[in-house]
Every structure is written in C-alpha cells, then in structure tokens.
C-alpha cells in the first residue's frame, strides 16, 4: 500500500493497481486529492508490472464533485484538468470502479477512464449548474461523445443525476455490478484492447432543435441563471471545435462563472442546506418514537401533513372533530394520492394501501403510547389550547407538536402539565411538497422536543431551521413586513401589476399580489384582526387588504381578488382595487405619483433585509443562513440571490443602511435602522463576511 496524500493511496492486486479516494464523507475532490491522484499516476507509471489501473472510492462512495470550499481560493495547481489528462493518458487502461455519488468532478474523472463499472447504488450526473458553474474539466465535451446529445444537454443543462441502471441504458457506463472492484479485476484486460479513449470518440453534431428545447426548459427551471445556458452552449461547440480549443473555452466559462455573483449565492444557499441539521448538543438527546404518529385535523395542512408521514413509512393515524369533517379529510388524502399517482411518484396498487393504512377517528381513544402528536387545526388560540389540554391526558407522553403560523406557543403550553413537551413544527403548504421545516423553540421546549422534530426533518427529508417565539415566527414575520411595505408603495403610487412585475423580473416565481391570490387572502385577513388590538395606533396602517376581503375577493378561489380569474387562470388586474387604492390614498391625504421599478424593488429589499436583521439581532434565528433558507425554501425568494442577508452583501450594507436612514425621515415607525444594520455598517463587514463558510 502506498499513500500518495493524505486522502489517496494505491495497492497491488496481481497485475492490477488499485487507486483509492478516501476522504470522507463524501469524497469531496481538493487540492490533495488531485495532488495525491497525479502522484499515484507517476508511481504506477514507473511499476512494469501493472496491466490495469482500477479508481474508486475508498468507501460508499466515488466522489460526490470538486470541493466547492475551495472555490474562494486561488485555483492551486495540479487543477483538475490535468488530473483528468493524466488518467485518459495513462500507459495501461484505467476503469472507473464507481459505488454511491459519482458527481460532477467525480463523473469527470470516470469520463477519463477507459471502462466504468457501476454498483446499483451508484448516483452520477454533472450537477455543477446547481452551483451557477458549468463543468470544468471536460464534462461538457465528454459526456455528449459518450451519450449522444439528448442525454447530455438533459443531464448537465438540469444538473440531473441517474442511477446505474438508466445510466447503463444510455451508455454512460459500460458495466452494472453489486462489487464494482471485484468486476474491475476480473475483466478481461483483452476487452479494452484498441478502446479509444472518450475525447477522441466522434462529437455528435449539433441538434438545433433539441438544443432549444433545452434552453427553454432550463429557463423555466432555472429563471434568470446564467449557468444552464452556458452549460448548453458547450455542449454545442463539442462538433465545431477542436477538442482541446472546446476544453479551453469549457475552463474559461467554469473559471468566470466560478467567480460570479450567481455562483457565489448558489454555494452560500447549498452549504446552508448542509448545514440545516440538529445543532451539536442535542446529538445526546434521544427523539421520541416516529414510527406511529397522530395528526390532529385534516384540513389543508394536515391532510399533507399526514400524506408526508405516511409517504415516508409512518403508521399515521388522523383525529378530527366530527364524522363530516372526517369524511372531508378522508377526500383531501384521497386527492392527494390521486395526485401522487398522475405523477408517477406512486403506482395505484401501492397508493391504496399506504391510503388504507391510515387511521381516521374522531376523539382521542387509543393514543396514549403515541410518540409525536403534531396538530394543525383552525388558526385560533382557543380551539389550539382545547385541544393540548385533551391531549395532556390522551398522550401522556408524546411531543406536542403545533402547526401554528403565527400564535405563541409559550401561551399553548401554558394548559400542559409539562409545557416542555410542546415544540412548534411549522410546516409549509403543500405541505407533503415544501421542503422547510420552521421548529419553534418555546421558551420550555425540552430538548427531547426539539431533538424530534430534527428527527422528523430528517425522515420527511426536509430542510429544518430552529425559529424562536415571535408573531409570524421568522418566515411569516417577514413577509407580513413586506406586505406593509408593498401595500404603502401602493398608497405612495405603484401598481399591483408592477409590484408582481418587478419581483418577477427580481427572480421570484410569483409576484406578491398573485401569490396572495393564490393562497387565499382570508387566513392573513383573520390574522390581521387578530393583531388589531394589540396593534400601535400611531403606526401608519394600510385598510387596502382589508377592503379587499370585505369585498368577498379573496383570491383565486373566489375567482375575484387583486385580479380576476376565469376558469382559475388569471385574466386581468382586478378594475375595482385601482379606485380603492386612489380612496385610500386620498384618506391618508398622499398624493399618489409614478414609481420606479428599482425604488419599488429596493423598498421591497430594504423592508426585507431591515427586518431580518431586527429577527437576527433578537435571536428569533441562529444565523443570517438560516434566515436565507427560510426564505427561498418557504417563500419562492431567488435562489440564484441566495436568500435576503446574502443578497444584503451584494447590495453593501453601508447603502443599505443609507437607504434605511433616508426611509426612516419619512416614517420612523415603519422605518426603524435596525442597529445590526448599524453596527455591521460601522464594523464595514456584512451578514456573512468575511467569506460564507461551510457548515463545521
Ligand atoms: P383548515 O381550516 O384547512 O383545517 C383545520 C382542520 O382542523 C379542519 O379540518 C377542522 O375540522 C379541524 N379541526 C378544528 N378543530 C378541531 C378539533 N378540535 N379537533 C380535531 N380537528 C379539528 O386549516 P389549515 O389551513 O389546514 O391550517 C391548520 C393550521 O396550520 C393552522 O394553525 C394554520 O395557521 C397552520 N398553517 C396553515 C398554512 C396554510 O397555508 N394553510 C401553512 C402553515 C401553517
């Protein structure tokens, strides 16, 4: 055995070389490993005995892409394009031997070799446009060579990976295998006589229309990137090229796009995520038991609640009020199986049962051994504490959860015998669907209820960020901020259509007014009326939703609501809201004139950033990351724009705080400086200076 770097070594098995990548967890490619690869390279090259060189990963894993912490840094040589000429050229032929992740610079390697093999579990694909960057190492003109065009622009232009047996049918591995070593070894060396190697195999030429229809599938998918349109344009030169110019002009787009803003977001929001998990001291705790859960109300949110669960192998069992209200959520499961079904995700066999499995009762006998209780019914601080209190006794030793969007949940737990048994889980509709999970820390949330709903993240293969207790939470919070500003901006003289424009153009699926459309403006409007007794009256306040509601135009399903549907499409901007905005201007005595597009942007920015900082300073969230991933994971903020305080960075926080100032003479209720703002103003540093950092 002989080590090369830290991270690879190779041995001896008869005639053949055994390189191995071992740097866990994933394999990540650094500057040691493509080091320690060119130096195994060398030794074997020097050893006569050697017929065969064999590449893989030390453990489960080949290697999951080129380490994305480095990109901050200087690119420090041997880079891996010459990692990937030394494997293509080496004196005997080198197979790929690929388990688990085989991604990105990983793939790029096994591109090199002259034979892959593949374990079932093996995932591969090219998924460097996830991280705003094009393949750098010969992916792009490799891959179309090996797969033939369709397969490549699909595969690198989503970033999509497949397993062994779809990436066998499409040729992109010659050989499926459970021991993929043990295959390398036993293959007949005579087999690989006269293989060229993949650069020299003919580029297929180019497909203009398969190339368009790429394009315009990455532009639905990824609005506004720059880095799918790059990755297709590449995979185009491959005919008209030479290799090595085609190569050269790969680099340079992956080095530029390496150093651009959309990379730099993309990454800071992919590390998020990594780091999304359960913080270190609660690693002791034990969660309690998910294996059978209850659900209490099957409404929107608990009927996707339930799905979700029982998706994932939980027994669920589901409690609602009454026998009509139990056959209504008996229907909204059904639909969504239904649903399940149209997309492929679940064959029609398997659906009944999973259906079947689940339990739908009204009252609470049979619960008492019940680990996890999460309830999601009306929004109401009555009817949330009736119902802790009946599973006080019904449950006596589950974690509580809440499904509440905006109500305090120290004041639910206040009617349980131990109020450290209560947690909130706040989900996201759909809620079988959105991937992030707010956990809300009580003020006596024991650790054992917040080691479950990490748990539960986990099982449901959600994003969870800890929130503490605040109206709105964090994510909710935040966007009743932005509702005010975009309904002052209203007031000031913008237009809904605008506004909706505007954060279209920003990156946001939807703009705001359609999105309340979608959603229903009623659950806000009830929230609303909740806060309006406590609300300040000195604080400038906006009737114009409220209006809206009064007039029965709530949103799509009411066909009417800022605009108007037919047929559940939208037709047109709704005519009546106009004349009430000009009504409600007038009455607050504001003469409404034209706006620009970036002062309406930017206002929307600063009443974003403004109050995240505020949640931040306040530690309702652990960190500016967490706050980013709530955003884009709950509430469709650009990814590509890696979340508010990442976005904050890029816009300078010494303006941002000049901006506020300025907002501040004009209301200095609504427009407090936060003083994080402040102090990282003053300091010269921002939300996530000096560099974004990856999760320890
Ligand atoms: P919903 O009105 O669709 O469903 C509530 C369900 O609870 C109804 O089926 C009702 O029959 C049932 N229910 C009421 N009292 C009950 C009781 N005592 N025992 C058993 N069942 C009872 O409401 P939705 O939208 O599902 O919201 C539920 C909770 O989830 C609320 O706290 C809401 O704020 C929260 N939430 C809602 C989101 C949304 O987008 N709709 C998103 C995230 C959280």
Redesign the pocket.
């Known amino acids: 055995m002989s080590a090369h770097s830290d991270h690879v070594r190779h041995y001896r098995i008869g005639l053949a070389a055994v390189i191995e990548i071992d740097r866990p967890p994933v394999n990540a490619i650094n500057h040691d490993i493509r080091a320690g690869l060119i130096a195994a390279l060398t030794a074997i090259a020097g050893d006569a005995g050697v017929e065969r060189i064999i590449l893989a990963g030390a453990g489960e894993i080949f290697a999951a892409g080129a380490d994305a912490g480095e990109f901050d840094l200087p690119m420090a040589q041997p880079d891996l394009p010459m990692v990937v000429a030394a494997l293509e050229s080496a004196t005997v032929p080198v197979i790929a031997a690929i388990r688990g992740a085989c991604l990105g610079g990983g793939l790029e390697l096994a591109l090199a070799c002259r034979w892959r093999i593949a374990a079932p579990n093996a995932q591969l694909g090219l998924p460097e446009v996830i991280l705003g960057v094009v393949p750098g190492s010969g992916g792009t003109q490799r891959l179309p060579r090996l797969v033939g065009m369709k397969a490549a622009l699909s595969l690198i232009s989503e970033g999509r990976s497949i397993r062994a047996g779809e990436a066998l049918e499409i040729g992109l591995i010659d050989q499926q295998d459970d021991d993929p070593v043990a295959a390398a070894l036993a293959l007949d060396i005579t087999d690989l006589d006269g293989r060229p190697p993949v650069s020299s195999l003919p580029a297929p030429s180019p497909d203009r229309e398969l190339a368009e229809a790429a394009l315009a599938r990455a532009r639905h998918r990824m609005p506004r990137q720059r880095a799918p349109e790059e990755a297709i344009r590449l995979i185009g030169i491959a005919d008209s090229m030479s290799f090595e110019d085609a190569l050269a002009e790969e680099r340079a787009t992956f080095l530029r796009l390496r150093g651009s803003e959309e990379c730099r977001a993309l990454r800071h929001i992919f590390f998020a995520e990594r780091g999304a998990r359960a913080p270190a001291h609660l690693k002791a705790t034990a969660p309690a038991p998910l294996d059978s859960t209850i659900v ?7 009927a996707g609640i339930a799905h979700a669960l029982a998706r994932a192998g939980t027994a669920v069992t589901l ?3 009454d026998d009509d ?1 139990l056959q ?2 008996r229907k909204r499961m059904a639909s969504l199986y239904d649903a399940a079904i149209r997309r492929w995700l679940l064959q029609a066999g398997a659906a009944a049962a999973e259906q079947d499995a689940i339990r739908f009762q009204a009252g609470y006998d049979g619960i008492e051994n019940a680990g996890l209780v999460i309830e ?4 109401d601080m009555q ?2 504490r ?2 802790l209190t009946a599973l006080d006794r019904a449950a006596p030793h589950a974690v509580l959860a ?6 305090d949940i120290d004041i639910m737990a206040g009617c349980l015998a131990d109020p450290s048994r209560l947690v909130g889980l ?4 759909p809620a079988h669907i959105m991937k992030l999970l707010e956990i809300v820390r009580g003020a006596r949330s024991s650790d054992r209820a917040l080691a479950t709903g990490y748990a539960l993240a986990r099982r449901l293969r959600k994003i969870p960020v800890q929130v503490g207790v605040c109206d709105g939470f964090v994510g909710n919070r935040m966007l009743q901020r932005v509702r005010e500003a975009a309904e002052l901006l209203l007031l000031d003289g913008a237009e809904t259509t605008q506004i909706d424009r505007v954060m279209r153009e920003f990156g946001y699926a939807m703009g705001l007014f359609e999105t309340q459309d979608m ?1 229903g403006l009623d ?1 806000a409007w009830a929230n609303r009326r909740r806060q309006a007794a406590t609300r300040d009256p000195a604080r400038r306040y906006s009737r114009l939703s409220d209006l809206v509601c009064k007039a029965g135009w709530l949103g799509r399903k009411a066909g009417r609501g800022w605009y108007v549907y037919e047929d559940g499409t939208s037709v047109a901007p709704n005519p009546n809201v106009t004349p009430l905005i000009e009504a409600e201007a007038a009455r607050h005595g504001i003469i409404r004139r034209e706006m620009a597009d970036d002062v309406v942007l930017r206002t929307l920015l600063l009443a974003l950033i403004n109050e995240a900082a505020d949640i931040l300073d306040q530690g309702i969230a652990g960190s500016a990351s967490d706050i980013d991933l709530v955003l884009v994971h709950g509430y469709g903020f650009p990814r590509f724009r890696g979340g508010p305080l990442c976005h904050a960075d890029r816009m300078g926080v010494g303006m941002i705080r000049e901006s506020l100032l300025a907002l501040q003479e004009t209301d200095p209720m609504i427009w407090r400086l936060s003083p994080l703002i402040d102090r990282l103003a003053n300091d010269g540093t921002g939300f996530l200076t000096p560099t974004i950092r990856r999760p320890a």
């Open positions: 209490i109300g099957g409404g929107t949110m608990g409690i609602e009020r209200a209504a959520a999601a019914v009306f929004e009817v949330k009736d119902v809440s499904n509440t969007s905006y109500l706040h989900f996201f509709s959603s659950i």
